[in-house]
């Protein structure tokens, strides 16, 4: 592997070339390290689970890691799901029944009510002996929740979710009007610099 | 009807009862006024709530109206269920749905962080005229949640609430041991000073 070889806390391939994309630089899977631990999320925020997996695959690879973290965060629910996106409805993974325990949830909360954020953490763990150098940073994407999901594009809560300034919803956008506004996209290029400087650190 | 009747936002002939007893004031169930509104709890906080409840009977019935609206807040999930406990499932009063939701986000959640509370909102509106005079008051009970649900008593999340300094869930507690530190306790024994005003005031 090069010398600046950096991993990339997902087994995802789609997930990975957008990442790489962003990111303008060469990334590893972590499906080319069968040994790297599953991380529990158990951090309180976003930027904490992201540095808890950073960690983990820095620890456990030796390279320079990056991980991300992130979930919908609406007014009506004091921020939540936030950190819980994923496991909403209770079980991990569970697109449809999340976004449907949403809707039911804000039923009768008042339109004027809906504002909600997609957040994302993104961070980077430099491996350097006993004591590690690390990054974290956070993009967000501001807007409504809207009551009928429309869109097949995205995933999780994507078809309830419109951006400020837009008549559609982050699902009906095509992945690369998604990026430039989303909050992955935001957080993926805030961490790029600090990224090309790892080759300089090392 | 005597000059300081007083009616209560509640069909429940129990929550009635013990509402009387609390206040140490005789007072009258909505089953007496039966073209009283139904009214939506479309606030953004607990006080929110029992002040449009009590608003709208106090209107409807040209009597001194007494209304609460409460909830557990879980510190995990940033004070939610809150406003939306009783229909934190997607369906209004779902006890068992509503209780097991919570136990499932919280799951991956470190016992440290499993601080939660009780809070009751209570308020008392009482019509003259153009402008009504009005008071609404809090009580909240702190503890945390227990991950096994206990106890038989009570309702809606009692079996998984553990207050301070006990042993017992609130499920597991007497009725009159709970009414002693509850949130509901709190609340309505904060109010009864400004009930028994309310002669002096008419």
Chains 1, 2 share one sequence.
């Not at 997609?118 to 409504?144: D, S």
Request: negative net charge; contains cysteine.
């Amino acid at each position: 592997m090069s010398a600046d070889a950096l991993v990339l806390a997902t087994r995802n391939e789609g997930k990975l070339r957008e990442l790489a994309r962003i990111l303008d630089h060469q990334v590893i899977g972590l499906d080319a390290f069968p040994d790297a631990p599953d991380v529990p999320e158990t951090g309180a925020t976003f930027e904490a689970n992201a540095l808890l997996k950073a960690r983990a695959i820095a620890a456990s690879t030796g390279l320079p890691a990056v991980a991300d973290d992130s979930g919908l965060c609406v007014d009506a629910l004091n921020g939540m799901p936030g950190v819980l996106s994923a496991r909403w409805a209770g079980q991990h993974g569970a697109d449809q029944a999340n976004l449907d325990l949403v809707l039911a949830q804000v039923a009768d909360v008042p339109d004027a009510r809906l504002g909600a954020r997609f957040v994302c953490a993104a961070a980077l763990v430099v491996p350097a002996g006993g004591q590690a150098r690390e990054w974290v940073v956070t993009g967000q994407v501001v807007g409504r929740l809207i009551r009928v999901p429309r869109g097949t594009g995205g995933f999780g809560y994507d078809p309830i979710f419109q951006p400020n300034g837009f008549d559609l919803t982050t699902a009906e956008m095509t992945p690369e009007a998604k990026d430039a506004i989303s909050h992955r996209g935001r957080a993926f290029r805030a961490l790029a610099p600090f990224i090309h400087l790892i080759g300089s650190l090392s």
